[in-house]
């Protein structure tokens, strides 16, 4: 029993003193014009001067003067200090090295070099083995592509690359990064920050970042849950691809696209900036919100499109196909639209249809103006018509070539009809609100009607230059009689907010947004303008 102990206590012997040896490190060498030694509370210290050079293993270093520890194995320098170890090399006013671990503590001015990369600090501690270094107090790290500043720092010069913390700002050639942790890559130049981060690029862009990574030579960058402020609109995503010498972005994730001179908010799935030809797309569950004084008008559509320019007067929003409408009071639909943003004009384009409390209201073209407030007015262009149903469900219909409507407080006010007017309007009995009846029919033809409403509906009609008016008995009512040419009830398609907010796709966008949808200016006929010609304008026209 004693023997196997006494061979375990040999064995851990022989195994402490092996690995004293192992760690045990070379005495420091020196040298210098003078020698003193002293020695000060049992120590022996000895003291060099002038031209002092010593070394370690792979590292050499220089001063004006020193003190060497002799049994600590450790040497203070000062004054022009200067280590070269391999390709690094770094000078400093004071130096504290220890000849056992092999660690240095620089201080006041010190500059580390190694290939080309250079770190300028007061305040360095750093291993001449593992090539660690740690800075603190403030310092500098720079190679010929970035400049990276922070209070606190780690570098790993085996690894080839560093750690940056608190009030960290990096400046790349084309913007400047501020976040409080970062991690970079000095060979790839890459840059990795956790937490809040900002960056202004040269155009004063400015992005804002929960983290991301930033490929510095490249250009190009991944944030998450970001932010870009761009000249018109704040881009918003759970993650943001960003090139900045294309000045292209790209997001996925819950996008908002918010203007910042109107009142006018963008979202969807996934978009996209393309800064340099200032056109903005967002796709998938697109909803355009625009903020009125008492409501939200709401728009959507499978893809929406915003077009900037220099020009205020081109400056609008596209959006195609499937396009819905939501308001409180006014509900539509139609293939595509175009918002023109400095005269507050909504155009709808391709089969546009609406409806207004007890209304539908139809025409190839709508043009709805929008003030900060409220819907001022709707014109449609070419193929207009108005129907309603009254208490018994007959259809008051009124059709003609183009329809000027006017809204107060975002009601229908009252609707002109210009050329070619036509209307069905039935006569009720109600005088017994339990027993009411349709007395008959009156179908009247003129160039011009001006219908008034009170409460949201019809109350007064005229009719202008040589009506032909007709009284239809019920008895003679057919189908051919009691419809105008063209029309329909389409009430079953008025889209509910639910519609417009949480859609279904129901086709593939035709433009995948390489080339920016542009409604073809022939759609809008420009005979027959009515009251209102100054809303017409030809779309193609960037100016």
């Known amino acids: 029993m004693w023997k196997i102990v006494r061979f375990c206590l040999a064995a851990l012997i022989l195994l402490s003193s092996i690995h004293s040896s192992a760690q045990k490190k070379d005495r420091i060498k020196y040298k210098a014009d003078e020698l003193y030694e002293f020695r000060e509370k049992g120590q022996k210290i000895r003291r060099l001067i002038g031209n002092v050079v010593f070394a370690q293993e792979t590292s050499t270093m220089y001063c004006d003067s020193s003190l060497y520890y002799v049994k600590e194995n450790i040497m203070e320098a000062y004054g022009r200090v200067r280590i070269v170890d391999d390709s690094v090399t770094i000078t400093s006013k004071k130096l504290i090295y220890d000849g056992n671990t092999r660690d240095s503590q620089l201080r006041e001015n010190v500059v580390y070099r190694k290939g080309e990369q250079k770190l300028v600090t007061d305040f360095l501690d750093y291993n001449m083995d593992t090539e660690i270094g740690n800075y603190f107090n403030k310092g500098t790290l720079s190679d010929p592509t970035n400049t990276l500043k922070s209070e606190t720092g780690y570098f790993y010069g085996q690894a080839d690359y560093s750690l940056f913390w608190t009030n960290v700002v990096l400046d790349a050639p084309s913007y400047t990064l501020e976040t409080d942790t970062l991690r970079y890559n000095s060979v790839t130049k890459e840059a990795i920050s956790t937490g809040e981060t900002v960056i202004i690029t040269e155009d004063e862009s400015i992005l804002h970042a929960d983290g991301g990574v930033f490929r510095t030579e490249l250009d190009q960058s991944d944030f998450i849950d970001g932010t870009i402020e761009t000249t018109d609109y704040y881009m918003e995503a759970d993650k943001l691809f960003?090139?900045?010498?294309?000045?292209?972005?790209?997001?996925?994730?819950?996008?908002?696209?918010?203007?910042?001179?109107?009142?006018?908010?963008?979202?969807?799935?996934?978009?996209?900036?393309?800064?340099?030809?200032?056109?903005?797309?967002?796709?998938?569950?697109?909803?355009?919100?625009?903020?009125?004084?008492?409501?939200?008008?709401?728009?959507?559509?499978?893809?929406?499109?915003?077009?900037?320019?220099?020009?205020?007067?081109?400056?609008?929003?596209?959006?195609?196909?499937?396009?819905?409408?939501?308001?409180?009071?006014?509900?539509?639909?139609?293939?595509?639209?175009?918002?023109?943003?400095?005269?507050?004009?909504?155009?709808?384009?391709?089969?546009?249809?609406?409806?207004?409390?007890?209304?539908?209201?139809?025409?190839?073209?709508v043009v709805v103006e929008i003030t900060e407030e409220e819907i001022k007015s709707m014109d449609l262009l070419q193929n207009s018509f108005l129907t309603s149903q009254d208490t018994l469900l007959n259809f008051n219909q009124v059709k003609g070539r183009t329809m000027h409507a006017i809204f107060e407080a975002s009601e229908i006010h009252r609707i002109h009809v210009d050329g070619n007017s036509e209307s069905v309007y039935y006569v009720l009995d109600e005088n017994d609100p339990k027993d009411i009846f349709t007395l008959g029919m009156n179908r009247i033809l003129c160039s011009n009607i001006t219908i008034r409403f009170r409460d949201q509906e019809v109350y007064n009609v005229s009719f202008y230059v040589k009506p032909e008016a007709k009284f239809i008995p019920p008895h003679e009512f057919t189908p051919e009689i009691q419809r105008l040419k063209n029309f329909s009830w389409r009430s079953d398609e008025r889209p509910s907010l639910e519609d417009v907010l949480h859609r279904k796709l129901e086709k593939q966008p035709q433009n995948n947004g390489e080339t920016p949808f542009i409604p073809p200016a022939e759609k809008i006929n420009m005979e027959g303008a009515g009251s209102n010609p100054k809303k017409l304008k030809n779309l193609n026209n960037e100016g």
Not at 288 to 294: A, G
Not at 331 to 336: E, Y
Not at 348 to 353: A, G, L, N, S
């Open 242 to 365: 960003f090139d900045d010498l294309k000045k292209y972005y790209d997001a996925k994730g819950h996008v908002k696209l918010t203007a910042k001179n109107d009142d006018m908010i963008i979202t969807g799935d996934k978009g996209y900036n393309d800064d340099k030809n200032g056109i903005s797309k967002v796709y998938g569950n697109a909803v355009m919100r625009r903020i009125l004084e008492e409501d939200t008008l709401y728009l959507s559509a499978d893809t929406l499109v915003s077009i900037e320019s220099e020009y205020d007067s081109a400056k609008r929003i596209l959006a195609y196909p499937n396009v819905k409408v939501w308001r409180y009071n006014l509900q539509g639909l139609s293939d595509s639209a175009a918002y023109y943003l400095q005269d507050s004009l909504l155009y709808f384009y391709f089969d546009p249809i609406f409806w207004n409390h007890k209304n539908q209201i139809k025409g190839d073209t």
